[in-house]
């Protein structure tokens, strides 16, 4: 990043002992250790007894002693003076195991059941009762003072979300440390917070912005942080002792928003059930923008808006007439924008939905009658009349004839949705085995093997891929997947389940090919890559196979000129260009050029700089 310097990026362990202050992670201090040794007796007992009546309990650790409340000046001056003996225990209670009991009655119950507990084994036992919701809720609400009090305190039970917290919280203010202004977005993912954490996994996600970094491209951007957290990551789980795994997924904030875009499940699912630890207006906004369904839903959700129309239409018999209007039109609507979605339109209005169905699915594709058409818009201007006060009274005779044209809508467009699913499902399948199949073949002929064909492909993938590459085997698996699952879809043997897993993973593997073929790239280009010096200042050259693109000044990346490379090795048809040009003719570009200099191309580098030059070429 440009505000890190050279001797910075080399640092990619953290030694603690260098935290800035107020970052740090704060152990327990020697007489709050002492105090616990002296009652682990009373703490091992207090916790059985908890536990035998309250088995929803995740998590019980010591706090820390409390701070003294500052005086408020014009307040009377408090008389009771606070023990010093009392030790506060921390208790963490996964509510959405507690059936029959809402949260308030559920604090209330657990709050009274472990003090009489405590009473019983030591009288200086303060238990302080806190639901997994309530820790998800302060931490949507941005109160990460008390995470930070979590992570602090001394566990004597956990079933993995203490023990998580505390690294997590430690690896968090080392990125923020590291990286200062940049970290944007902490997210804990996976099960953490569902309080069904494996005690030997940890996932979480960090989030970097990298909008104004011009040193360096994307992909080696991305590349060079996801080492340095991981490694942090690794001094973290040392520092606290938590041997658990910790699963760290790095993202830079252009390939976070790009995914966002692309309706990425494993993204949806990230903001569906991501629990930020740390935020700066990035992730919670996107969290909110999809709960309201602004952002462009993954098929999961489009199966949730087909649902829709069912139970709708069981509550419109009781309600009265503005709501009965209401659940009329959307429950014939969302299953109408659904299909529209399917065909890859995104959600339009109401009147343009009526009138896309008709233009699409009547005339174009002719998959549906026009009477349901009619149907549709009789429906959405009952509503608009109701709305705009036009229609203030409606006969039970109606609502019934409306509530059968609606039935047999929802009925036809279920059948519609399905022979639309089923063509797209096939031209999916069809399109993640060519992308598949084609991408493994350029990876295999980057890593220089012959003769391949698709029968070999599994084999030679395992082979120079798996244990040349270093790649995990279960793509491998992956790979075999994707081709049988093409023959099972030919044979019609293949379930929506299945499709769904094919696609999942199939993105996954897809992902990483691209990731190799990428970063085997930009290792090519590198080695064309020629540093001039000229005076006080650095310039580049990066030659491709037909053309030279000149940057002569690498503090001014945005100056970017272009030059073709003529046989007898000079650059003529200087022109200026810019660094999207140069990323997509990258791109573009199979080979890079033969790395040899001329005595031309060298004459020509000194008239486009205009001074005598060196050259600096990494070897």
């Not at 963490?92 to 009991?101: M, R, T």
């Not at 059930?273 to 999809?290: C, I």
Request: contains cysteine; neutral net charge.
């Amino acid at each position: 990043m440009t505000k890190n310097n050279s001797s910075e990026e080399k640092k990619d362990h953290i030694d603690p002992a260098q935290i800035k202050p107020g970052l740090e992670l704060p152990k327990l201090t020697p007489d709050m250790q002492e105090r616990m040794n002296k009652v682990q007796k009373d703490l091992d007992k207090f916790k059985e007894k908890c536990l035998a009546i309250r088995p929803d309990i995740t998590g019980m650790s010591l706090l820390p002693p409390l701070a003294p409340q500052p005086q408020v000046p014009g307040m009377p001056v408090q008389k009771e003076v606070p023990n010093p003996n009392e030790i506060h225990i921390f208790i963490l209670i996964d509510d959405a195991k507690a059936e029959g009991l809402a949260k308030g009655d559920l604090i209330v119950k657990s709050t009274d059941e472990t003090t009489k507990i405590a009473k019983d084994i030591n009288a200086d036992f303060k238990p302080q009762v806190m639901l997994i919701s309530e820790l998800k809720e302060a931490c949507f609400d941005a109160k990460y003072d008390i995470i930070q009090m979590v992570a602090t305190s001394g566990v004597f039970y956990d079933r993995g979300l203490l023990s998580a917290l505390k690294v997590a919280e430690l690896h968090k203010n080392m990125a923020v440390k590291k990286f200062e202004r940049y970290v944007v977005s902490y997210i804990a993912v996976g099960s953490l917070f569902r309080g069904d954490a494996a005690p030997n996994d940890i996932d979480v996600a960090i989030v970097i912005d990298d909008t104004d970094v011009k040193k360096m491209s994307r992909f080696e951007l991305r590349d060079k942080l996801r080492a340095i957290i991981i490694n942090m990551g690794y001094d973290a789980s040392q520092i606290t002792g938590v041997r658990a795994q910790f699963h760290i997924q790095t993202y830079i904030l252009t390939d976070f928003w790009e995914n966002v875009k692309d309706a990425n499940p494993v993204i949806f699912t990230m903001l569906r059930d991501g629990v930020p630890l740390y935020d700066r207006g990035v992730f919670m906004p996107w969290k909110l923008l999809l709960q309201m369904g602004r952002i462009k839903p993954s098929p999961e959700a489009i199966d949730m808006n087909m649902e829709v129309g069912d139970k709708l239409i069981d509550r419109t018999k009781q309600k009265l007439l503005s709501v009965v209007g209401e659940d009329l039109f959307y429950a014939v609507m969302n299953p109408t924008q659904a299909a529209l979605m399917l065909y890859g339109i995104p959600p339009p209005t109401p009147k343009e939905a009526v009138k896309l169905m008709e233009e699409i699915y009547v005339k174009k594709e002719k998959l549906l009658e026009k009477k349901y058409v009619d149907i549709l818009e009789k429906i959405r201007k009952t509503f608009k009349d109701i709305e705009h006060g036009e229609l203030k009274e409606i006969s039970g005779k109606e609502i019934d004839k409306l509530l059968a044209d609606c039935k047999d809508y929802l009925e036809r467009i279920k059948k519609l949705f399905s022979e639309i699913e089923e063509r797209n499902e096939k031209e999916t399948i069809v399109e993640i085995h060519t992308t598949s199949l084609n991408l493994t073949r350029d990876l295999l002929m980057d890593l220089g093997v012959k003769n391949i064909s698709v029968q070999k492909l599994p084999e030679l993938f395992a082979k120079h891929v798996c244990e040349g590459e270093k790649v995990p085997m279960k793509y491998h698996k992956v790979l075999e997947d994707i081709i049988k699952a093409k023959k099972d879809f030919d044979a019609k043997k293949l379930s929506k389940q299945e499709i769904n897993k094919v696609r999942r993973d199939a993105r996954e593997y897809i992902r990483l090919l691209l990731d190799m073929l990428d970063r085997k790239q930009a290792i090519e280009v590198s080695k064309a890559k020629l540093t001039l010096r000229y005076g006080d200042k650095l310039g580049e050259v990066t030659f491709l196979k037909e053309v030279a693109f000149i940057i002569k000044d690498t503090n001014k990346r945005e100056e970017v000129w272009i030059a073709t490379i003529e046989k007898d090795g000079s650059l003529q048809n200087l022109k200026k260009s810019d660094p999207s040009e140069y990323e997509k003719y990258i791109k573009s570009i199979k080979m890079p050029h033969d790395r040899i200099l001329k005595s031309t191309t060298l004459e020509s580098l000194k008239n486009i700089i205009g001074e005598d030059i060196e050259i600096l070429w990494k070897a």
